[in-house]
């Protein structure tokens, strides 16, 4: 009887009274079933302990030897969006002033974060970390980025009036514009990049990628930061645009004091990863399903 009248009780979710009138036995003689029941081990009540973002953004950093984290709960719907505040949280706790640079990349995580808001600090310099491309698709429009978030900034953007990937000899002759050339400047002495971390191109197609022929060949890449691509041990993947590329360079992104990925897919965990071991990034910003993607990936096998 101990089976029946936990089964009722717990399965069916009869209460104590409806069972039994059932079994026609008295509600004090259900009571006593249940306690054994409990008691003997035939049913167990456990209250999960539920992993929080604070939780999660600790074992991030020290999964990943991150400088900092920001993990916030993965909400409904607006996951990009909602990245906005606590990247806002690690910009102000970078202490920015006026005079400081923060690289801006591309991709869909920064147009939303950018398109979300940014702190207050004025002075600050924004400049583009690469040079932009001639696709319509919004998440690729570089110098409006950077035109936006020194509007919200309250600070001054730095444009790059150039394509990422010229040929070798135009690439001489941008660099040679005295605008360019001045904004190009600033990637030595950036203080925070803010950037994306994009799919291998086996998971993203070439079309919302824009990548080309040469890229699209790279299928055992794990990800990329602003088209440098790398493994999932973090291994450089060379490729026959890199040299020509007009972009913030693997040295300079790792001389960054604060390099920040922005992302939220578990597809990601991969490219996150290999992101951070290859030193493009040391700080990341994401959401409770993409990190306890990534935490999964970092246990042994």
């Given at each position: 009887?101990?089976?029946?009248?936990?089964?009722?009780?717990y399965?069916?979710?009869?209460?104590?009274?409806?069972?039994?009138?059932?079994?026609?036995?008295?509600?004090?003689?259900?009571?006593?079933?249940?306690?054994?029941?409990?008691?003997?081990?035939?049913?167990?009540?456990?209250?999960?302990?539920?992993?929080?973002?604070?939780?999660?953004?600790?074992?991030?950093?020290?999964?990943?030897?991150?400088?900092?984290?920001?993990?916030i709960?993965?909400?409904?719907?607006?996951?990009?969006?909602?990245?906005?505040?606590?990247?806002?949280?690690?910009?102000?706790?970078?202490?920015?002033?006026?005079?400081?640079?923060?690289?801006?990349?591309?991709?869909?995580?920064?147009?939303?974060?950018?398109?979300?808001?940014?702190?207050?600090?004025?002075?600050?310099?924004t400049?583009?970390?690469?040079?932009?491309?001639?696709?319509?698709?919004?998440?690729?429009?570089?110098?409006?980025?950077?035109?936006?978030?020194?509007?919200?900034?309250?600070?001054?953007?730095?444009?790059?009036?150039?394509?990422?990937?010229?040929?070798?000899?135009?690439?001489?002759?941008?660099?040679?514009?005295?605008?360019?050339?001045?904004?190009?400047?600033?990637?030595?002495?950036?203080?925070?990049?803010?950037?994306?971390?994009?799919?291998?191109?086996?998971?993203n197609?070439?079309?919302?990628?824009?990548?080309?022929?040469?890229?699209?060949?790279l299928?055992?890449?794990?990800?990329?930061?602003?088209?440098?691509?790398?493994?999932?041990?973090?291994t450089?993947?060379?490729?026959?645009?890199?040299?020509?590329?007009?972009?913030?360079?693997?040295?300079?992104?790792?001389?960054?004091?604060?390099?920040?990925?922005?992302?939220?897919?578990?597809?990601?965990?991969?490219?996150?990863?290999?992101?951070?071991?290859?030193?493009?990034?040391?700080?990341?910003?994401?959401?409770?399903?993409?990190?306890?993607?990534?935490?999964?990936?970092?246990?042994?096998?």
């Amino acid at each position: 009887m101990l089976h029946t009248v936990a089964k009722l009780h717990y399965e069916a979710e009869m209460s104590q009274v409806d069972i039994a009138r059932r079994l026609g036995v008295s509600t004090a003689t259900i009571s006593r079933l249940l306690q054994r029941a409990r008691a003997e081990g035939i049913v167990r009540i456990e209250v999960l302990d539920l992993a929080t973002p604070e939780g999660i953004t600790t074992q991030l950093v020290e999964g990943l030897h991150l400088r900092d984290a920001a993990v916030i709960e993965t909400p409904a719907a607006g996951a990009l969006t909602a990245l906005a505040a606590p990247l806002g949280a690690l910009l102000k706790q970078a202490e920015l002033t006026a005079g400081s640079v923060v690289a801006i990349g591309w991709g869909r995580a920064i147009r939303e974060v950018i398109q979300a808001g940014l702190p207050r600090i004025p002075g600050v310099l924004t400049v583009a970390a690469t040079g932009g491309m001639q696709q319509q698709a919004p998440h690729f429009q570089i110098n409006e980025f950077v035109r936006l978030a020194a509007e919200e900034f309250g600070g001054t953007p730095h444009f790059i009036h150039a394509p990422y990937l010229p040929s070798s000899e135009l690439r001489e002759v941008f660099l040679g514009d005295a605008a360019i050339r001045d904004s190009v400047a600033l990637w030595d002495r950036t203080d925070v990049a803010i950037v994306g971390i994009g799919l291998p191109h086996a998971i993203n197609p070439p079309e919302a990628s824009a990548a080309t022929l040469s890229e699209q060949a790279l299928f055992h890449a794990a990800g990329d930061v602003i088209r440098h691509y790398f493994d999932a041990e973090g291994t450089l993947i060379p490729w026959e645009g890199e040299g020509r590329m007009i972009a913030m360079s693997p040295a300079q992104l790792r001389a960054v004091p604060l390099s920040i990925g922005v992302a939220a897919s578990p597809e990601k965990a991969m490219a996150i990863i290999g992101a951070v071991r290859a030193g493009l990034i040391n700080a990341l910003v994401t959401d409770t399903k993409t990190a306890q993607a990534i935490l999964e990936a970092l246990l042994p096998r």
